[in-house]
């Protein structure tokens, strides 16, 4: 096919990437503080947040609280998805703060004041024998989100629980401790505690709400592939009119990609009075499966409407009974991305410009199959 100068393909979906080191969750929903249900310590070590650990507290009115090492930066906004949102942000000085998982398991060691004045401890000291089975995961991080401005994708590599047998493990808040969670169902022929953990964890947000100008990426006609920062994109050409193939982001720990099926259009190549419907993929690693659903494209003389919903929810790969009879017991694992729904509306601007309103909505409630 021949090629020309460059003209721009306007395209709406982008992903963003927050780089992280290692990801814990520790859960004692059933033996609750009077203001925490669990912590999640996080370690970073990038130019976007700062190098050190952070600590999500889930607290018992669904919001969360987040202390950080001041050697971190990170942007409030991030934490707004978690739970009933953020409720505070804390720089704090560790007493202890480590975190580390080797061939033993989770070798953990965190203790600083909470904003109460409180003394919180969290020790894990794993040294069981067995070789672990890890194996990956979405996250259903999303689920909680009453208010989403993203659609939170958080990838899990490696992941496993943390074994019961040969593990000594404290969590204490201002001098008592709590006794934390059980999984409720055996892992490997194991018994396991509800506290779990990834040291190649992927965070990723799927178009997070915008209100501004779309701007486009450049490519010449019959150009195969184009790249705009760390994105990648793969065109097909349909009477020089481009139509994207797949997305993908580059990143430290694997690419995540976004295919389309059939190919997304270009949108200030569509016709008004159009009506266009097509399925969508998300996919990282092959262990952590895949996110999948479906869109819808109605076009008018100026404007331009775009619906987008995870229909089809996460479609892990399992590879052993335990896996599949967990993530079949506990729905929550593949159907919590059925519930949210992209909203887009675009209106033509004098200039020529495209101008894009998005938000993304909960419909409260899992979907059937």
Known sequence: METNQPINILFPFWIDIDPMEKLLLVNFENDPDTTYVGFEPQVFNDATNGVGHLLIGWRTDKKVDVYHQRSLNPDPSKYTIAGAGLN????????????????????????????SGRTVEISIKERNAKKRKPFGLLAPMGDAASNPRSLPLVLLQDFYFVRKTHTALTVSINNRSHTLDRLPVPMDWQQMIFA?????????????????ILEGFDAAIGQQTAEKGNRFYAINWIDRHAHIKSMGIQNAIHPLTMSFFPSFPSLNSLSENTELKGSF??????????????YLIRSEKETIGITLVPSKGWKPKTTKFSTWFLFTVVRVFKKWPTTYRWEAALQKRPDGSWHMQSKWIRTGKILKD
């Open 88 to 115: 505070q942000m804390i720089p704090v000085d560790m007493d202890q703060a480590f975190f580390d998982v080797n061939d033993r398991g989770v070798q953990a060691h965190y203790r600083f004041a909470d904003v």
């Open 196 to 212: 779990r953990y990834s040291p190649k964890p992927l965070i990723a947000t799927l178009n997070p709400a915008y209100s501004g």
């Open 281 to 294: 993929r998300v996919s990282g690693h092959e262990s952590v499966g895949s996110i999948a659903g479906d």
